[in-house]
């Protein structure tokens, strides 16, 4: 079968090559920033691509175990360098915002409070913190099962940074709103149908 063949090939690519693909495109749009690659406003398409491209990389780790479980095609052993490399994408996002863009910590605070995009999505930050220190061995030995239990935070981690990236654009578009759905469904994929009682 082909997804057999898949998940063979898939067992064959180690963790790191993962890991190392990922670490690619940061300084690659760096230097496309400072070349003028990124049109005239290099900062904000920085600030753009990484949050986009972060967001991306966590619907892949929300379509891991649908992909599973439905069509047979196992990317398991990828999920946590997935995980951790979506947190190092958010966080040069919000660097980027931080040290090229805003820059006085009065206007960071204050944009914080005032505009709800950047709440929503500071707040879809904190709650990635505990998730990315705890991506290691030795807290899931320790955590037991509430490692579990505290990795479930990525569901609403996944929604509201889409809801950031709705209310982010300037008027309708459709864009933000696609990966809303396609977190949403994703979401819905997770958790398998109650099956209907048969009354005799």
């Keep these: 079968m082909v997804v057999d063949r898949l998940n063979g090939w898939l067992r064959r690519i180690p963790v790191w090559a993962v890991y190392l693909a990922l670490s690619l495109p940061p300084p690659i749009l760096l230097y496309m920033g400072l070349t003028g690659g990124l049109g005239v406003e290099p ?3 920085l600030e753009h691509e990484l949050g986009e491209r972060g967001l991306q990389l966590l619907i892949v780790g929300l379509a891991i175990t649908p992909m599973r479980r439905y069509l047979g095609l196992n990317l398991i052993k990828f999920r946590r ?3 951790v490399m979506t947190f190092v994408y958010i966080s040069l996002h919000l660097l980027v915002w931080l040290v090229l863009d805003v820059q006085i910590l009065n206007e960071i605070w204050a944009d914080i409070l005032k505009r709800p995009y950047i709440t929503i999505g500071m707040l879809a930050f904190v709650l990635m913190i505990p998730l990315a220190a705890t991506s290691n061995n030795w807290s899931v030995r320790r955590l037991g099962s509430k490692w579990r239990t505290l990795h479930k935070l990525v569901y609403g981690i996944a929604i509201l940074g889409a809801l950031h990236f709705v209310l982010l654009v300037k008027g309708f578009q459709i864009e933000p709103l696609i990966y809303m759905a396609i977190i ?6 997770r958790f398998p149908k109650k099956r209907r009682r048969v009354v005799a």
């Design 43 to 45: 900062i904000e398409a």
């Design 81 to 83: 360098a997935i995980g």
């Design 184 to 189: 949403l469904g994703l979401l819905a994929l």
